[in-house]
T-cell receptor, first 113, second 112 residues
Framework: DAGVIQSPRHEVTEMGQEVTLRCKPI?????LFWYRQTMMRGLELLIY????????DSGMPEDRFSAKMPNASFSTLKIQPSEPRDSAVYFC???????????FGSGTRLTVV | KQEVTQIPAALSVPEGENLVLNCSFTDSAIYNLQWFRQDPGKGLTSLLL?????REQTSGRLNASLDKSSGRSTLYIAASQPGDSATYLC???????????FGKGITLSVRP
């Protein structure tokens, strides 16, 4: 398996633009997680899905952020409109069971100027 | 709310030294605890997973222990090497739906 695949690896955008981050989880994993990592706050859970259904989105910072998982092999995290404070590394992770460890993607480094 | 603390934030040691990285958490009702490694500009790699019913796990030169009652875990690295230089994050799974709460990590530098 190729692991969790995220795209793009890097994204630079202007304030106010829409940004879409993509994730392909490991086949067979029922859980998918979106995390954000910054120097100040570390890794924060934004939202997670179980069997394509959003279970907890309490970490989504505000209405500008939205996430979807239309099928078991694809998820998106959208920011509209983007702001400079959204600059961070966004990670996607998947897992097949809560008792087994997660596999993380390589992340998308987002810079909003 | 679960909080995970890792102190110190950074550590520098000479090659060959045995070292211990500490992790503490506030809510002892965890399902499991994981240690991850993160290299600069890269994603996280899972190193060790300890179930709540276990006391320790070993993989090569790494040994992780868990003391749920005191809310602590340690990652022991034997005979450290420059290639061990990275950030080590501790994370606990809390709640029925597998939420992971991370510490901010310890950045380790092993000097040749």
């Amino acid at each position: 398996d190729a692991g969790v695949i995220q795209s793009p690896r890097h994204e630079v955008t202007e304030m106010g633009q829409e940004v879409t981050l993509r994730c392909k989880p490991i086949s067979g994993h029922d859980y998918l997680f979106w995390y954000r990592q910054t120097m100040m706050r570390g890794l924060e859970l934004l939202i997670y899905f179980n069997n394509n259904v959003p279970i907890d989105d309490s970490g989504m910072p505000e209405d500008r952020f939205s996430a979807k998982m239309p099928n078991a092999s694809f998820s998106t995290l959208k920011i509209q409109p983007s702001e400079p404070r959204d600059s961070a590394v966004y990670f996607c992770a998947s897992s097949w069971d809560r008792d087994y460890g997660y596999t993380f993607g390589s992340g998308t480094r987002l810079t909003v100027v | 709310k679960q909080e995970v603390t890792q102190i110190p934030a950074a550590l520098s040691v000479p090659e060959g030294e045995n070292l211990v990285l500490n992790c503490s958490f506030t809510d002892s009702a965890i399902y499991n605890l994981q240690w991850f490694r993160q290299d600069p500009g890269k994603g996280l790699t899972s190193l060790l997973l300890i179930q709540s019913s276990q006391r320790e796990q070993t993989s090569g030169r790494l040994n992780a222990s868990l003391d749920k009652s005191s809310g602590r875990s340690t990652l022991y690295i034997a005979a450290s090497q420059p290639g061990d230089s990275a950030t080590y994050l501790c994370a606990v799974s809390t709640g029925a739906n597998s939420k992971l709460t991370f510490g901010k990590g310890i950045t380790l530098s092993v000097r040749p």
